[in-house]
């Protein structure tokens, strides 16, 4: 009796009962609390969820700069929720582009891996400031358009950086910032892409943009990027990513894209986000390829964006 006391101290402080009641009440109570947790622990149903399936869709991802070198447009084929296997690729499609000039960019499938290329001739670039392009992919008897204007783009003026010290999950390191300023008509939009040691920085928290030098709705243009944005050109602390070390290459790269090619990349980073206790269900992305064969039931996902590209690099010292 005296170990079980020791034990359970709360039979010390039950008064005006006996150590038999005591004993009866301390039993009753385990019991109770036993026959709730195999309740509980019973409570296990095995449920099939049964998603309502679709065609697949047509998937185009075709973002293209005036960069020196190849462009590519990738086709794809949407797949089941629940199927983690790679998206089809789509081969046998015919893609172009053409500008509102009427020069006529053909893509090709040469390893038919749903990979289309434009190769260059020469020292030849793609696209024009200022001119209208038009995708077009013919696929399965379907046509499908997207049209996207090539915009300027503004200039990285530098990129600087400093030693911080340690703050709550990130260690000891440099934190870089951009400079770069916006150009002085409203409506610019700008998608900011940072290379650490030639690696994207493709997490979702590193989606980088900015409408003039804020953000949608902010009204702030004709000026140096905010703060916020300048310095989104950093690793995030996830995966114990560490900050800029001596040694470390960056390069930062300002694509100027639409006003519909910032919202895409907003919804896309808001869905790949989209999770915990306040997760609304989600959705596709906006997508500005249309079927224009009259099938309203084959729609296509994805988009097609034009983009002149300033960059700028420095080597942590």
């Known amino acids: 009796m005296a170990q079980l006391l020791n034990h359970f101290p709360i039979l010390r402080t039950m008064k005006r009962q006996t150590i038999p009641a005591a004993l009866r009440l301390f039993t009753a109570s385990l019991a109770m609390v036993l026959a709730v947790v195999l309740a509980l622990s019973s409570c296990e149903d095995v449920i ?43 081969s ?31 020292n030849a670039v793609f696209g024009t400031i200022g001119n209208t392009y038009t995708l077009q992919v013919v696929y399965q008897g379907q046509t499908y358009q997207a049209v996207s ?22 260690q000891e390191g440099y934190w870089a910032t951009l400079v770069a300023r916006d150009r002085p008509e409203t409506g610019n939009c700008y998608w900011i892409r940072t290379y650490k040691n030639g690696s994207y920085l493709n997490k979702p928290g590193e989606i980088n943009l900015a409408y003039d030098a804020g953000f949608a709705n902010t009204g702030l243009n004709n000026q140096a990027f905010i ?10 602390a996830i995966d114990n990513e560490p900050p800029y070390q001596p040694g470390d290459q960056v390069r930062v790269e300002i694509w100027s894209i639409s006003g519909s090619a910032y919202n895409f990349l907003s919804q ?12 609304t269900v989600p959705s596709n992305t906006e997508s500005n390829v249309r079927n224009i064969s009259g099938e309203s039931e084959r729609v296509a996902q994805g988009f097609f964006c034009v983009s002149a590209v300033s960059s700028g690099e420095v080597k942590i010292q």
């Open 48 to 90: 099939d969820v049964n998603l309502n399936r679709t065609p697949p869709r047509l998937v185009v991802d075709a973002w293209l700069t005036d960069q020196p070198g190849e462009q590519t447009i990738k086709l794809r084929l949407t797949a089941s929720y629940l199927d983690n296997n790679p998206a089809p690729r789509v």
């Open 227 to 236: 703060q916020p944005i300048a310095e989104q050109i950093n690793p995030q």
């Open 92 to 122: 046998g499609a015919t893609v172009t582009v053409q500008d509102n000039e009427g020069k006529l960019y053909e893509f090709t499938d040469p390893d038919n891996n749903g990979d289309y290329v434009w190769m260059p001739t020469e």
């Open 268 to 279: 896309a980073q808001s869905e790949m986000t989209n999770s915990g206790l306040f997760a």
């Open 149 to 170: 204007r090539l915009n300027p783009t503004v200039a990285v003026e530098t990129i600087t950086y400093e030693k911080r010290a340690p703050q709550l999950n990130r």
